[in-house]
Every structure is written in C-alpha cells, then in structure tokens.
C-alpha cells in the first residue's frame, strides 16, 4: 500500500453534466468516458480516437515552487500545441481537460501542500490555472495531488476547491463563457491510511464545488511487495485493498455516486517468481519480473502470445493474471473491464477514465468499456 506513492501515473476527465443547477439535462447520460493522454511519452494526440471517449485529459502541467502559477514551459509549449492541434482532427469532437501535477511524487506533494496553505498563493495558482486552460481552448482543468499528506493538508484541499469553483464561476460569468469543468485525481479510498495518519478527503467540499473526482482504483499490488497480488481487483474478500472498498468508502463518505469516475488502468504491475510451479496470487517472488515490474497492456498480450503464458481469469477479485516460466503478470483484460464497466453503472457512477492513452491493443479495451457503457 505504502507504495501506491509509487504509482506513476493518474488523470482524468470532464462533461457536459447536471451539477451546475440540480436540472437533470439528459435522461440518458453518455457518461464520462475518460482517458489521459501523457505528453511526455511520445504518442500522438492525433492518434486519439475519440469514439470510445468522452473527456480527454492532458497530463501533465505543474506548479512554480515559488509562485504557485503554472511554469508553462517552452516543451509544455510545443506539447499544448499539438494537442490543441490535434482536437480540431478528433471525429467525434472530446472534452478536454487540463491536469495539474501527477504521480512524481518528489517535491511535488509539499509544493501542492504550501501552494492551498495560504490565500495568496491559492489565488495564483487557480488564476494561473484558468488564464492557460482558456489560452489553450481547455473545457476544464483537473487537480493530480498525489497525495495530501496530513488533515491540514486535506481541509486546505477544501478550501482550494471552494475557491476555484467560485473564480472559475465569476470568469465564466465575466466573459460569457462555458464555465470550466472542475475535476480532481484522488486516492482509490476517501481516507488515507499510509504513510501518515489516517486523513480523510474533504468530501463537504468535494461535493459542492467539484463536478467530480477520479479515483485511482489500480496500484493495490506491484513489485514493492515479496509476492504477487492483482493491481487493481474489484472484489477482495481478504482485504480492503479493491476497487469495491474504494468506490464504497467514497459513497459511504457522502460524495454523491455521479461525481465519482471509477480509473481503470491500462497497465499491470510483473514479478518474478521464486518457485516457477507456485504460481498463485500471494505466491513468493524474488524481484521485478518483465518491463522492470509494470508492462501495459499492448506489451502483455505481445508477452503472452510469445511466450505462451497461462492466462487466468480470476472471477472472484475479477481480474487476469498470466504467467510464463517465472515471470508473472497482473492486468486487466477485456472481461474484466466489461465487469468494472457494469459495476460503475450498477453503483451509479458518473463514468469511468483510463489511464492511460498508448497503452491499449488496437483500441481494444477503450471500445470494451465503450460499448458496454453506452449499451
Ligand atoms: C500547431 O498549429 C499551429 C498553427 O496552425 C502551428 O504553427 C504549429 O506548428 C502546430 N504545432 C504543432 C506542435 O503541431
Ligand atoms: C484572480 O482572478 C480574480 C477573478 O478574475 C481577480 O479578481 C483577481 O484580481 C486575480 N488575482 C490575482 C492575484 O491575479
Ligand atoms: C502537513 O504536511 C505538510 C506537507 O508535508 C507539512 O508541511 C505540514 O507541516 C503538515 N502539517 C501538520 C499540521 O502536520
Ligand atoms: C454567476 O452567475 C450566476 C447566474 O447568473 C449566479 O447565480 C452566480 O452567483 C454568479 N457567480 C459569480 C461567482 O459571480
Ligand atoms: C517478504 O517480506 C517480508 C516483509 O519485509 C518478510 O518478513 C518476509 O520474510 C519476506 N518473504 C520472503 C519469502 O522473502
Ligand atoms: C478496512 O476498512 C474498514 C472500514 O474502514 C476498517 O474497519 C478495517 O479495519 C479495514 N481493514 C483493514 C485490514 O485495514
Ligand atoms: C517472452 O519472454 C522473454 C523472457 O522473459 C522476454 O525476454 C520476451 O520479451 C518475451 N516476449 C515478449 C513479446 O514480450
Ligand atoms: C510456444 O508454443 C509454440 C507452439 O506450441 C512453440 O512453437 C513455441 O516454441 C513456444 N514458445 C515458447 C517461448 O515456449
């Protein structure tokens, strides 16, 4: 667990939603369908294929250590460019949503941690933050805190989002705008429990000025840990690291079920084996197995097919795992993701996001969590 600091990666999404006056708009929402798309790996915002999505998030931007406005860099530039380029390709036309921060961890943490701490710095960031999202032709802007460290930490967590809501608010007012989207990456759980003590989200908050916030149901398991483990099981009767403890403990918290969009990943954490023959999940490992301990999910079919992996479907926790020799592999696969999908929808949940983009087989997954979405 200590280790979902660890997890690389987060994102997420927008819509053209209900929440601003309670008016329900559509009896049939078409939900959020999200995915983030990482600037920094090389796969083109032209290659989206925005059939299977919603809301397109970009990842990342971040904060000045010292003013607290976004540092656009001249890289930041060029990779702004091509995405907002490449929207005008996309058929069928995405939301776009600008994320601030990521998984890094780093310096990043304390920097979020001093930046909501006081007024002033608030303020310019959350200016700073709709100054670029409008330059750049953003629908909204989506805050990656990973993670808020203590109970002051989450209360300033609140008062950051009251406070962004409000200006976001006077600036669509102001300029006759489409009022921005206002989105949120958080853990899989309202409360955390490690590293530190337990601190809970601020859900009063949340629920007021956030449209909605994006769990990260994956990195429950990965090879930090002496053993195998699914990274991102729906069910665990063992344990209340799953998906379905994340999502309850939200609901449970008061967070309304429609502001919560479930994250799906599109990788899986490897392990290499102590003992080739046990094989099980919980069995002992020695170390990181293939792609040094993550693959995603192109790269573990490719896996499988070549090297003639025993692929499970675990129809309890309801995810997959393969292995091969003395390599082991946890992800999701099409099956799985049709289940999470029919639960999201069974729990009435806004939507769901991956993350990330690139990392699918031929649209594969986004097109299995598509189409059982919307049918
Ligand atoms: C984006 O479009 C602008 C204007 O058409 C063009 O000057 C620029 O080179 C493009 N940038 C990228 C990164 O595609
Ligand atoms: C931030 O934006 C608000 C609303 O547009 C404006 O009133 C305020 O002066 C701005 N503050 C700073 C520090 O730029
Ligand atoms: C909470 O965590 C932040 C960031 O680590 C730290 O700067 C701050 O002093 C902590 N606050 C309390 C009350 O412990
Ligand atoms: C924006 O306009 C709406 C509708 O007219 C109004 O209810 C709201 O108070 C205004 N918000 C701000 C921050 O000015
Ligand atoms: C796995 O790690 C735990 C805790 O660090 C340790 O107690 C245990 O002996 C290790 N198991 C193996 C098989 O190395
Ligand atoms: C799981 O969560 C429940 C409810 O928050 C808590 O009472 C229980 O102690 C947790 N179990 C473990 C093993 O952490
Ligand atoms: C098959 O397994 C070997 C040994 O682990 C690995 O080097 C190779 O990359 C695997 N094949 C694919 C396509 O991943
Ligand atoms: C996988 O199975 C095929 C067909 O049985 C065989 O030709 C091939 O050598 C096997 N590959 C590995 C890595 O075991």
Same mark, same amino acid.
């Given at each position: 667990?200590?280790?979902?600091?660890?997890?690389?990666?987060?994102?997420?999404?927008?819509?053209?939603?209900?929440?601003?006056?309670?008016?329900?708009?559509?009896?049939?929402?078409?939900?959020?369908?999200?995915?983030?798309?990482?600037?920094?790996?090389?796969? &083109?915002?032209?290659?989206?294929?925005?059939?299977?999505?919603?809301?397109?998030?970009?990842?990342?931007?971040?904060?000045?250590?010292?003013?607290?406005?976004?540092?656009?860099?001249?890289?930041?530039?060029?990779?702004?460019?091509?995405?907002?380029?490449?929207?005008?390709?996309?058929?069928?036309?995405?939301?776009?949503?600008?994320?601030?921060?990521?998984?890094?961890?780093?310096?990043?943490?304390?920097?979020?941690?001093?930046?909501?701490?006081?007024?002033?710095?608030?303020?310019?960031?959350?200016?700073?933050?709709?100054?670029?999202?409008?330059?750049?032709?953003?629908?909204?802007?989506?805050?990656?805190?990973?993670?808020?460290?203590?109970?002051?930490?989450?209360?300033?967590?609140?008062?950051?989002?009251?406070?962004?809501?409000?200006?976001?608010?006077?600036?669509?007012?102001?300029?006759?705008?489409?009022?921005?989207?206002?989105?949120?990456?958080?853990?899989?759980?309202?409360?955390?429990?490690?590293?530190?003590?337990?601190?809970?989200?601020?859900?009063?908050?949340?629920?007021?000025?956030?449209?909605?916030?994006?769990?990260?149901?994956?990195?429950?398991?990965?090879?930090?840990?002496?053993?195998?483990?699914?990274?991102?099981?729906?069910?665990?009767?063992?344990?209340?690291?799953?998906?379905?403890?994340?999502?309850?403990?939200?609901?449970?918290?008061?967070?309304?079920?429609?502001?919560?969009?479930?994250?799906?990943?599109?990788?899986?954490?490897?392990?290499?084996?102590?003992?080739?023959?046990?094989?099980?999940?919980?069995?002992?490992?020695?170390?990181?197995?293939?792609?040094?301990?993550?693959?995603?999910?192109?790269?573990?079919?490719?896996?499988?097919?070549?090297?003639?992996?025993?692929?499970?479907?675990?129809?309890?926790?309801?995810?997959?795992?393969?292995?091969?020799?003395?390599?082991?592999?946890?992800?999701?696969?099409?099956?799985?993701?049709?289940?999470?999908?029919?639960?999201?929808?069974?729990?009435?949940?806004?939507?769901?996001?991956?993350?990330?983009?690139?990392?699918?087989?031929?649209?594969?997954?986004?097109?299995? &969590?598509?189409?059982?979405?919307?049918?």
């Amino acid at each position: 667990m200590v280790s979902l600091r660890l997890t690389l990666l987060i994102f997420l999404t927008i819509l053209n939603f209900p929440f601003d006056h309670g008016e329900i708009v559509s009896s049939k929402p078409q939900g959020i369908r999200a995915a983030y798309w990482p600037s920094f790996t090389g796969y &083109a915002a032209s290659s989206i294929d925005t059939s299977y999505f919603s809301h397109i998030y970009y990842a990342f931007v971040l904060p000045s250590p010292t003013t607290y406005a976004l540092d656009i860099t001249s890289d930041d530039v060029e990779k702004l460019l091509e995405f907002t380029n490449a929207t005008s390709l996309w058929n069928p036309p995405a939301k776009t949503v600008l994320s601030i921060g990521g998984g890094g961890g780093g310096a990043l943490p304390g920097i979020f941690s001093s930046m909501t701490s006081e007024q002033y710095s608030r303020t310019n960031f959350i200016n700073s933050t709709i100054k670029v999202a409008r330059d750049y032709n953003f629908d909204g802007v989506d805050l990656d805190w990973e993670l808020p460290s203590n109970e002051s930490d989450m209360s300033n967590l609140g008062l950051l989002f009251k406070e962004w809501r409000e200006t976001i608010e006077y600036e669509a007012n102001a300029t006759g705008r489409p009022r921005l989207i206002l989105t949120s990456v958080v853990y899989y759980a309202s409360t955390v429990s490690f590293d530190g003590g337990p601190r809970s989200y601020p859900t009063v908050e949340i629920t007021k000025y956030v449209d909605w916030v994006s769990p990260m149901c994956f990195g429950y398991h990965g090879s930090w840990e002496n053993f195998t483990g699914l990274g991102s099981a729906l069910y665990d009767p063992n344990t209340n690291l799953s998906t379905n403890f994340g999502i309850g403990s939200w609901i449970q918290a008061g967070v309304p079920s429609e502001k919560i969009v479930l994250g799906m990943p599109l990788y899986g954490p490897t392990w290499s084996l102590q003992d080739r023959n046990d094989n099980i999940i919980g069995a002992p490992t020695t170390g990181t197995g293939p792609g040094s301990g993550l693959l995603v999910y192109s790269q573990v079919i490719d896996f499988n097919k070549e090297n003639n992996s025993t692929i499970v479907f675990d129809n309890t926790m309801v995810s997959y795992y393969s292995y091969s020799g003395d390599s082991w592999i946890s992800y999701d696969d099409v099956r799985s993701i049709e289940l999470k999908v029919r639960y999201a929808q069974s729990q009435a949940l806004g939507g769901y996001f991956f993350w990330a983009l690139g990392q699918d087989l031929d649209w594969a997954i986004s097109n299995a &969590a598509s189409e059982t979405w919307l049918n």
